[in-house]
């Protein structure tokens, strides 16, 4: 039997973060609940320690991701439940994802349905960031972003370092996970609309969800990074080496270049595949 600990990252959810804690209380009323709050402007804090929950302040505003490395460094329990506080989650579906890590898993994450997502952009950008990490790590992502999951604590604590302080945790535990050999389930859940005001921006922190799935990208397989901009530049050079001597009977220096190119950029992708998997080989 496992001990639970459930981590609610709070930025100025005093609206929404009593009736979360009543509904998970009276599901799970051994649990120990961590609300962090993230440099909270507003009664978030009191709020949250009047609802009974024990509440870590961080004296500023260090983003989403550090709240969720601070629950993590506090949780006291073998299984951690990471759901948001501003209403979104159903404290209802924790059951289901903790049914299926009693099956095996070592992460469950919380898959939204259609109909779940804020507006259509977002849905549109999710499906793409799903697609893309799914071809980085040769298994189906469901839902790369959503910050409702179950995992395993000793083995999400392998990876605090990381995680990045901003909105991107959910994209670098989960690609940190399938690297790692972990085994990832997806459970569909529907997530409301929040309460309050969201404090993510499209421009910013899109282009932040997309550099991440990059940057985890290189860390899980860069040869799937390299090789086909390495294959890209070599199939432009072979084109233009016909051109050239179609027309012009001569090899040109262009031609020279992308083939150069062609080979340094497939071999970075060897050197760093072999860096990739000494970051990840376990100490002894």
């Known amino acids: 039997m496992h001990t639970l600990s459930i981590v609610l990252p709070a930025k100025n959810e005093a609206k929404s973060i009593a009736m979360t804690l009543a509904g998970i209380r ?15 402007t507003d009664d978030t804090a009191a709020v949250a320690a009047t609802a009974g929950a024990t509440v870590i302040t961080h004296p500023y505003s260090k983003g989403n991701g550090a709240a969720i490395k601070t629950g993590a460094r506090a949780a006291g329990g ?6 948001d506080a501003d209403g979104q989650h159903d404290p209802a579906d924790i059951p289901r994802l903790l049914a299926r890590l009693d099956a095996g898993y070592d992460m469950v994450v919380g898959a939204r349905q259609r109909g779940s997502q804020a507006s259509w952009w977002r849905g549109l950008a999710n499906r793409f960031y799903n697609r893309l990490a799914s071809y980085m790590t ?37 690609m940190a996970f399938f690297r790692a050999g972990y085994s ?12 309050g005001k969201s404090h993510i921006r499209l421009l910013r922190d899109g282009t932040r969800f997309l550099l991440i799935i990059f940057k985890i990208g290189t860390l899980f397989s860069p040869l799937k990074l390299f090789a086909p901009v ?7 050079g072979t084109g233009w080496y016909g051109w050239t001597w179609w027309h012009q009977g001569r090899f040109t ?18 050197i760093s595949e072999q860096v990739t998997a000494l970051m990840y080989r376990k100490s002894e």
Do not use: C, W
């Open 26 to 40: 009276q599901r799970h009323p051994q649990a120990q609940i961590l609300v962090i709050n993230d440099g909270s």
């Open 78 to 83: 073998d299984v951690i439940v990471f759901m």
């Open 138 to 174: 040769a298994h189906r992502v469901e839902d790369l972003t959503s910050g409702f999951r179950a995992v395993r604590a000793d083995k999400f604590r392998e990876f605090l370092y990381l995680l990045p302080n901003g909105f991107s945790y959910p994209t670098t535990s989960t």
């Open 184 to 195: 990832v389930a997806y459970e569909p859940i529907h997530a409301a609309r929040r309460v």
């Open 230 to 236: 390495a294959l890209a530049m070599f199939l432009l």
């Open 253 to 270: 220096n262009m031609s020279a270049l992308l083939y150069t190119g062609s080979v340094i950029t497939f071999m970075m992708g060897l």
